[in-house]
């Protein structure tokens, strides 16, 4: 039986541009997630099954899989990417100044892959914006019952040197409206952020974002570093241990790759899949039992996820997967977890 999503996105998204796709989708996202009916609607036929809920974060979430940062930039979508199947909602990368991101065409899709390109360079309206939203969202009982993180990055006009206060910013904004914050420090689309991997620029940005977000909330907030999959290993286990060393809630592992030949930009999708669960099984290693590990890269199927769980995530995420799979793919996904737990 054909999938009538999988025709239509052979059929008419593969010839429209990947970026224009992607404004047209977010926008019926967004209908369906304001409109009660629709929105529920879409729980009630392809949304994940209610029967069965893990924890995360102290909140119960109703699976395993939840959408990762860089679908949701501006908050805008989360209400409807819930009601779709997913157990939790990452927004973001957010930033402390809005930007457009890097000049297009950036985004690219390779199909035989199923698998993106993109160099959007953080394109988003601003920490302070998306906070706006979040605070209305968590107004309503449906915001209230979700779990939600906010992914922050560096601005792209902010120096180095200034990264601390940037993810400062950022924090403060949206801390007290999320459960909780990853801080991204490993998109190859932001000249020299990747640098602030290196634990001797990262050690303040963590403390001082942890610091802020406490803060700002009047709570604590769990906080996570974002990783490259393209760190060495010994690279990995240094940042694991950093964050063991903070006492941050965890990691997530791992952000897009720049090891492939396909031109600039990060690649998501299947090629990632495979040094994500090593990336995982590492940091597991270094953390031990007790702190979070979000698991990311290339999850196409629940076997994907659960191999991923296998090497020590706590939960996973994707985003890739969804573009291709349509969106009853995150209902189905979580489904299929929840059968084998």
Do not use: C
Not at 18 to 27: D, K
Not at 203 to 222: M, Q, W
Not at 307 to 319: H, K, S
């Amino acid at each position: 039986m054909v999938n009538p999503y999988s025709a239509f996105f052979s059929s008419v998204f593969t010839r429209v541009d990947p970026e224009v796709a992607h404004r047209i989708a977010t926008l019926l996202i967004r209908v369906a997630g304001a409109v009660a009916p629709m929105r529920e609607g879409l729980r009630r036929t392809i949304g994940r099954s209610e029967g069965s809920t893990t924890r995360l974060f102290d909140r119960e979430i109703p699976g395993l899989l939840g959408v990762a940062a860089g679908f949701d930039k501006d908050a805008t979508m989360a209400a409807a990417l819930d009601a779709m199947g997913f157990a939790f909602v990452e927004v973001g990368t957010v930033t402390a100044r809005p930007q457009p991101g890097n000049a297009p065409p950036r985004l690219w899709r390779l199909v035989p892959e199923r698998a993106l390109r993109n160099r959007m360079g953080f394109n988003n309206a601003g920490a302070a914006a998306a906070a706006t939203r979040l605070q209305q969202l968590r107004r309503t009982p449906h915001g209230r019952r979700m779990v939600i993180g906010a992914n922050i990055g560096k601005s792209k006009v902010t120096p180095a040197a200034a990264a601390v206060t940037d993810y400062v910013i950022s924090a403060r904004a949206v801390a007290a409206h999320v459960d909780y914050l990853v801080v991204n420090v490993s998109s190859p689309n932001t000249p020299g952020l990747r640098d602030l991997q290196q634990t001797e620029a990262l050690r303040p940005i963590l403390e001082a974002v942890r610091d802020a977000a406490r803060a700002a909330a009047a709570r604590e907030v769990p906080v996570l570093v974002k990783i490259a999959p393209d760190l060495a290993d010994a690279d990995v286990d240094a940042v694991a241990r950093l964050a063991r060393d903070l006492d941050l809630a965890g990691v997530v592992a791992v952000n897009t790759t720049i090891d492939h030949d396909h031109g600039p930009g990060g690649l998501s999708g299947p090629p990632v899949r495979e040094r994500g669960v090593q990336v995982v099984r590492r940091v597991r290693e270094v953390l031990g039992p007790k702190p979070v590990i979000l698991g990311v890269g290339g999850i196409s199927t629940a076997a994907d996820a659960r191999e991923y769980l296998a090497a020590g995530a706590t939960a996973v995420q994707a985003y890739t997967a969804f573009i291709y799979g349509g969106p009853a793919w995150p209902g189905q996904v979580n489904r299929a977890l929840t059968k084998v737990r």
